[in-house]
């Protein structure tokens, strides 16, 4: 008898102190009915899993023991979890821009924190600024360009995003990199950067001489802002 409560004890003083850390790292658990129900539910389990070993030998309550304070923990894990989840996402947003600079990562307009109202894009180790974004549905890796007047696809990236080139009449003269070539103009449906979207944008499709599509100006000079540090390029709607 001594041992199941000697067991009891150290099981109770364990719950409590679990509770106690998960109240402070959680201030805002327990605030609402729901949460209460879950609590009750939980200790309820525990009270099964190991009730029944209370009172037999010590193998089994010490196996009990073991049970209930392994579903106590991921019980408390779920709900740590739940509670500081828009942190977690906000790391992971971050750790993608540093793994993956093209990534735009959406921040808040007045804490620069990870939100919706802007996104920011990390210098590339070219140099450039590269943004993956979407045409319509279509994923496009882009290259920001402040000195493009328009949005200029490549042919395999206006293909990718639902355009028909076959349709398209190339005879509007550009000057790239690569030489004079011919480009059609488009208006394409839809254009995200990031949680930006802009509609009925005005592009280009080029014929030839385009290596990565262009982010110029026709998406740029519809935006709030737009502005460039060293290593950071913010876009804001």
Known sequence: MRSALGYFSVFALIVA????????????????????????????????IGGGAFGTNRAQMAVALKQALTWLAI?????VGYSFQQQLI?????????VTPSAAVSIDQQTDQPRTNAVAIRKSSDGQF????????????FMV????????????????????LDKL????????????????????????IGQITLR????????????????????????????????QLILRK
């Open 17 to 48: 102190g679990l509770l106690l850390v998960v109240r402070l790292l959680a201030p805002h658990w327990l605030q609402n009915e729901n949460d209460q129900a879950q609590l009750i539910y939980l200790l309820l389990f525990l009270v099964l």
């Open 90 to 98: 906000d790391l992971g947003t971050r750790v993608r821009s540093e």
């Open 130 to 141: 590269h943004a993956t974004g979407k045409v319509n549905s279509a994923l496009v890796r």
């Open 75 to 79: 019980f408390l894990l779920v709900v």
């Open 169 to 192: 009449d190339f005879s509007i003269p550009i000057s790239t990199a690569s030489g004079q070539t011919f480009a059609a103009s488009v208006t394409l449906d839809k254009v995200s």
């Open 200 to 231: 009925n944008v005005d592009a280009f499709v080029l014929q030839e001489g385009l290596d990565i599509s262009l982010l110029g100006m026709s998406f740029l000079g519809r935006l709030q802002k737009f502005e460039a540090s060293r290593n």
């Open 145 to 164: 360009d402040t000195g493009a007047s328009s949005v200029a696809l490549t042919g395999t990236d206006a293909r990718r995003a639902g355009i028909n």
